[in-house]
């Protein structure tokens, strides 16, 4: 098992985002006749002809919402892709989402006060789980880190949330 749990947009959010996203646009949902839009609500790929949409998620004000965090300007938002209608979430994996070997991604590390405390590059390597688990034992070693996201270099979207275990 990871050591560490990526955690899914929660169904509440979802909930939300499926009417009005964190841009304020009202979501469109449609059928992707191709697949492999990385989902955040179940942390996997999707399939060709699921009803999945594309929103605005602003995932440190969803998390300050719930922790009381004031991050101020470090609130940003950016596409995800869901899925147009609830799915449940994650099945339970033994590896961590959207993992590939030689994939880029960047960790930012951030404190209870939703602040940026560091981040660093991670280019998966043979297993993905173990490079991951390498990362985050490092940022969480530092103990002003709360929690860090994950994402992707190439486009910079969010992929996933770690807290502090
Ligand atoms: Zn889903």
């Known amino acids: 098992m990871n050591t560490y749990f990526a955690r899914p947009i929660a169904p509440s959010a979802l909930a939300r985002l499926r009417v009005t996203d964190d841009a ?8 992707a006749t191709d697949g492999g839009h990385p989902l955040r609500c179940c942390l996997r790929l999707s399939e060709p002809g699921e009803r999945i949409a594309l929103v605005s998620y602003a995932p440190l004000r969803r998390w300050a919402a719930e922790t009381g ?6 609130d940003e938002q950016g596409p995800v892709f869901i899925h147009a209608e609830d799915c449940g979430g994650p099945a339970p994996s033994e590896e961590y989402p959207f993992s590939r070997t030689g994939a880029l ?4 590390r951030y404190d209870t006060a939703g602040r940026i405390v560091g981040g660093r590059l991670l280019e998966l390597p043979e297993t993905p789980a173990e490079g991951f688990d390498k990362a985050l ?3 969480f070693a530092d103990p002003a880190v709360a929690l860090v996201h994950v994402r992707a270099v190439e486009y910079g979207c969010f992929h996933f949330e770690v807290r502090r275990p």
């Open 24 to 31: 304020g646009r009202a979501c469109v949902p449609y059928t």
């Open 137 to 139: 034992a490092e940022a």
């Open 69 to 74: 965090a004031t991050p101020g300007a470090y």
């Open 105 to 108: 991604r960047t960790l930012r």
